[in-house]
Every structure is written in structure tokens, then in C-alpha cells.
């Protein structure tokens, strides 16, 4: 049997879609930090047959949950403290998102002006269909985006 040790203070994510745990991990910028982070692949579940889980020994402000309920708002999200789950946060698509998808209309402003923020704005929350704020392109993820 598998035995990771428990964190202090941070973040377990459970129910992430097998295969996601590495998009999530480069999409929450958990790459350019010091903190502590296992990723468990594949793991079993009887809810979803496969799944990864993460778990992030980190402050608990730290973590940008709207990012990771755009990836997936089905994900469980409990938060650590002095080593017991205190709170399980439920995630809602954010109502905007900046700089995690970036528009492909060639015509738009943010083609332009480099510096430019790529913000995004919840158009159909029923489909999760989001637009860009500039042009109101609607955004299709690419195939290997991991979004």
C-alpha cells in the first residue's frame, strides 16, 4: 500500500479527472514555488473509477482556487490545518479568469498588445462557455492545452 504522510497546513485535492493532476500542478504556478506537493496518479476510486489527488503543503491563501474551479469545479477541495481537514471549500466556475487561457482570434487586442491581460468572462455557466472580454471570442480549448 501506497503511504504518503499527512501535511500540516495546505490543500488536498481529490476528484480530479485521471490525468489532470499535472495540468493542474503547472496551471496553479505549484512549479515555481518551494512548497511541498505529492501527486498521486491514477489512484483508485469507487466514485470514479480512476483518479488523481494532490496534495499541497502550502499557506492556505496561497492557493487561487477560481483557476482550479475553471479546470474542474467537480474537484473536492479540503483545507489542512495543525494536520486535520478543517473545511471542504465546494467550487463555483469563476465569474471571470486572467491570464490561465489565452484567446486565438487573430484580430483581437490581445494579438497586439503583448502586455495586455488575456481576460475571460463567464458567458453560459449551463454549457461553462467563456468569451473573451475584448473581442467576445468564445473560447475552445485546444486538444493538448490540459484544459
Do not use: W
Request: hydrophobic share 35%; proline share 3%.
Amino acid at each position: 500500500m501506497l503511504n504518503i504522510g499527512q501535511i500540516e497546513e495546505g490543500f488536498v485535492l481529490d476528484h480530479i479527472k485521471a490525468g489532470k493532476s499535472m495540468s493542474i500542478y503547472k496551471h496553479l504556478g505549484l512549479d515555481k514555488n518551494e512548497d511541498t506537493v505529492a501527486i498521486i496518479k491514477n489512484a483508485r476510486s469507487e466514485k470514479m473509477g480512476r483518479k488523481d489527488i494532490l496534495k499541497i503543503e502550502c499557506d492556505i491563501n496561497s492557493l487561487d482556487l477560481d483557476v482550479l474551479a475553471y479546470i474542474d469545479h467537480n474537484i473536492t477541495v479540503n483545507v489542512v490545518k495543525d494536520g486535520e481537514i478543517v473545511d471542504k471549500k465546494e467550487l463555483v466556475l469563476p465569474r471571470e479568469i486572467k491570464n490561465v487561457i489565452k484567446c486565438h482570434n487573430p484580430r483581437c487586442i490581445t494579438s497586439i498588445e503583448q502586455g495586455l491581460p488575456h481576460i475571460f468572462v463567464l458567458a453560459d455557466e449551463k454549457r461553462e462557455i467563456y468569451r473573451c472580454k475584448y473581442c467576445e471570442e468564445k473560447y475552445a480549448p485546444k486538444a493538448d492545452s490540459g484544459l
